[in-house]
């Protein structure tokens, strides 16, 4: 079993909709949680961190954690066409860092 | 503050042949971790270097190595390389690492030929 998975999909949303994304992880001491936004050809950017339990919110971004459940959630509100990228969760246990293979969104225009 | 800077970018090598990538981090930041990028397997831990020391090492071949100077700079090594480490090598800067956020590189994207 993988220590964090995510659904690759693509996911497709029109322009304007919210767009969810979904990241389960396997170590319950994990600690920090993490995601990033990686554009075609590029290397990963930070766009959110959340540390405990509920919600966190940045602009249009809110991440959600559920550590009961061993989960945790990326909502990006009135997406745009710039927001078309692949997202990648990540977990540390404050030992290392745990990647997930990403999930590829697409916003329609 | 300056990001993190990897060198060379783009790299050419054929079979065989070893690497060097080089990367620096944000000033200040004294943990680097290193990563290999691939579209089959995503983002997989190499290695993780703080204070000059190997802290965290991933589940790669001793054919990559690594080390970190004293002034927090690191180097990767690959030694005799395959067609399968063709990738994106990226490196990643943290202030003490283990759970602190990490900021990756741009990347050094390596093709074996």
């Known amino acids: 079993q993988k220590e964090v998975e995510q659904n690759s999909g693509p996911l497709s949303v029109p322009e304007g909709a919210i767009a969810s994304l979904n990241c389960t992880y396997s170590?319950?001491?994990?600690?920090?949680f993490f995601w990033y936004r990686q554009y075609s050809g590029k290397s990963p950017e930070l766009i959110m961190s959340?540390?405990?339990?509920g919600d966190k919110e940045d602009g249009r971004f809110t991440a959600q954690l559920n550590k009961a459940s061993q989960y945790v959630s990326l909502l990006i509100r009135d997406s745009q066409p710039s927001d078309s990228a692949t997202y990648l969760c990540?977990?540390?246990?404050?030992?290392?860092?745990?990647f997930g293979t990403g999930t590829s969104l697409t916003v329609i225009p | 503050k300056a990001g993190v800077t990897q060198t060379p970018r783009y790299l050419i090598k054929t079979r065989g042949q070893q690497v060097t990538l080089s990367c620096s981090p944000i000033s200040g930041h004294r943990s680097v971790s290193w990563y290999q990028q691939t579209p089959g397997q995503g983002l997989q831990f190499l290695f993780e270097?703080?204070?000059?020391?190997?802290?965290n090492k991933g589940n790669f071949p001793g054919r990559f190595s690594g080390r970190q100077f004293s002034n927090s700079r690191s180097e990767m090594n690959v030694s005799t390389l395959e067609l399968g480490d063709s990738a994106l090598y990226l490196c990643?800067?943290?202030?003490?690492?283990?759970?602190?956020?990490?900021?990756f590189g741009p990347g050094t994207r390596l093709l074996v030929l």
């Open positions: 170590d319950r001491v994990s600690q920090s």
């Open positions: 959340i540390y405990s339990n």
């Open positions: 990540a977990v540390t246990t404050g030992n290392q860092f745990y």
């Open positions: 990643a800067s943290g202030d003490t690492g283990g759970g602190e956020t990490q900021y």
């Open positions: 270097y703080f204070s000059e020391t190997q802290r």
